[in-house]
Structure formats: C-alpha cells, structure tokens
C-alpha cells in the first residue's frame, strides 16, 4: 500500500503542546496574548475536526465500501486502519488527524477521505471548513457556464433551449425556456433539476405531454450516465430523494433499464398556449458527454407562431 507520507505529504511534524493557559500571564506582551490566543482556537477546530471525521466514520458500514460485514466490531462502522487504506493514506496520519494533532494536510487528503466516507457537498465543505483550507472544486458537483454559452443561451431566443449536466441540473436556460416550461428562478437552487421536477412537480407532469415516455428515457440516460459517477454522495442524494417522493420512479429505477442520447420530439400542452410541438437537439459541451446545449425548435405552424409572441406567455406553474 502506498502511504501517505509518500504520496500526498512530507512527515508530519507535531509541535510543542502549547500552554495550558491560552491568553498567557496577565501582564504579557499583547503580541503573545494574541498568539495564545490565535493556537487554542486552532486547537478548538482540530478537536472539532476529529469529532466529526470519527463521527462520519462511524456512519459508514463496512459494506457500503465493499468491505466484509462479518467479524466482532468494538466500535460501529469503519475502523481507522481501514478508512486509511480506503483512501490511500498512512494509518498513522491518518489516526493523528483523527486525534486532533497539529498536522498540515493537503486538498488531495480531504478529497480523498470525503470520497471515503461517502460526504455530500454540504459535509465535504464542512470538512474543507475545518481544516482552515480552501474548499477545493469538485467538477462533480458544479459545472460553470460561460459568458459565450450563455450569450448563445440569449441568442437562441424565442427557440426554448437550457444547459444540463449529466445529472440533469439545469445550470442555464433562456427566457424562451421560462415561456414553455416554467419559471425555474423561482425554484430553489436543489430542486432546478430535471428528473426532480419530472416526478416530483404536478404542474410539470400536467405539461409533458408523453409524461411516460419522457420519464422513462430521463431515467435510463440518467442510469447510464450514472456507471461514471458510483459511489458519489450527489448523485445518490438525488436517487434516494426521487425514491422517497415518486413509487413511479421506484419502479423505472429498479428495472436498471439504459437509454442513450436522441434527438426526439416533445409535445408539451401550455395552460394558455394549447398544445406546443418540439424537436430538441443537443450540442455537448465536455467531451464526456457531461454537459449539453438543449435546443427545442418548433415542429409546427401553431408554435412557430406561438413563440414569435412569448413576452405574451405566462409561465405554466412548476
């Protein structure tokens, strides 16, 4: 096994326990109160970091890491020894930044135990937090839209058209988007996501047409995209949050049927516009199939005209 000492880190070092009395004697120099001061709230965040890290460990059953359940546990969940070699590091270092020490660690060793006791994007900033380092980018969890992809976004109006992840985010859309499919600015940030809305919003189940078809294909792209992202905490956030909302997703779920990528028709009946036909095309915008340019032109006369007057459409309810 490759420690940690050779892979991410130098040998820690472990300074001198500081003083038992933080703002030092009274009449000391205000330069060292203050240094007293500054290393007992840094100790105060070390011990809460290794509460935490020994309180997530202790969540992770071992097999939910591939690891065998069997055997007698003095403790609940994961040993030490095994989250450091679930995530490539020293046991020693490992258990010294369990115990709290004053030990520098690296991005690459929180990203590395996060992905080991399987942290959401909310622990795994907590975590980062903690550690007094500055939250790392996960290409995971955010994908950023530039200014050129949305200047096109605007461009592509009236013609409907968002930017989704591989997770069905929604990270852009235009005002032709808002027209036909709802006002996703008034949505929380956590619930602008396609499968999401798809089960989880009567209003948008109303307005797609072919509700079962659509849903049906969500989930099978959504499962297939899914094979390069197992085990990471947001796309099983979102998986167990749809299964306790929707016994309609339950079933597609279970059946572990795959779609791939088409360009189709969408039919979507508009409370004020009456029935709106779409063919959608998608421009990939990463090369892993990740992020995507959805474009919905008008397939028949009644919505071309439709969507030469939208700044007439109110928003159909989400």
Not at 64 to 80: D, F, K
Not at 169 to 180: C, E, I, K
Not at 298 to 305: M, Q, R, S, V
Request: aromatic share 6%; hydrophobic share 40%.
């Amino acid at each position: 096994m490759t420690t940690l000492d050779a892979r991410y880190e130098p040998a820690p070092t472990v300074p001198d326990r500081p003083t038992d009395h933080p703002t030092g004697h009274p009449n000391s120099h205000p330069a060292e109160q203050a240094g007293l001061l500054a290393a007992e709230l840094a100790a105060s965040r070390r011990r809460e970091l290794a509460g935490f890290l020994r309180n997530r460990r202790e969540r992770i059953a071992p097999e939910q890491v591939g690891l065998p359940a069997g055997g007698r546990r003095r403790t609940p969940g994961l040993r030490r020894e095994e989250v450091a070699l679930l995530s490539g590091l020293g046991i020693t270092w490992y258990t010294w930044l369990e115990q709290g020490r004053d030990i520098r660690v690296s991005p690459q060793v929180l990203e590395a135990v996060s992905r080991t006791l399987q942290l959401d994007r909310h622990e795994r900033a907590h975590l980062f937090t903690l550690a007094d380092l500055p939250l790392g980018i996960d290409p995971t969890e955010c994908y950023a839209v530039s200014p050129a992809v949305r200047a096109l976004l605007d461009k592509l109006d009236p013609f409907p058209a968002c930017v989704l992840n591989a997770r069905y985010d929604v990270l852009a859309h235009n005002r032709g988007y808002t027209a036909t499919s709802g006002d996703l600015d008034s949505v929380p940030v956590a619930e602008r996501n396609g499968l999401w809305l798809a089960f989880a919003s009567p209003g948008r189940r109303a307005l797609v047409v072919d509700w079962d078809e659509a849903v049906r294909r969500m989930v099978g792209l959504f499962r297939s995209a899914m094979a390069d992202h197992v085990g990471e905490p947001a796309w099983k956030h979102l998986v167990q949050r749809l299964q306790e909302v929707s016994p309609d997703f339950r079933e597609l779920w279970n059946r572990h049927d795959v779609e791939g990528p088409e360009n189709l028709t969408k039919r979507l009946l508009h409370p004020q516009a009456g029935l709106l036909t779409f063919t959608y095309s998608s421009l990939w915008l990463t090369p892993n199939l990740g992020v995507r340019l959805v474009v919905y032109i008008p397939g028949d006369a009644h919505t071309i005209e439709t969507m030469s007057r939208i700044e007439d459409l109110v928003p159909p309810p989400i």
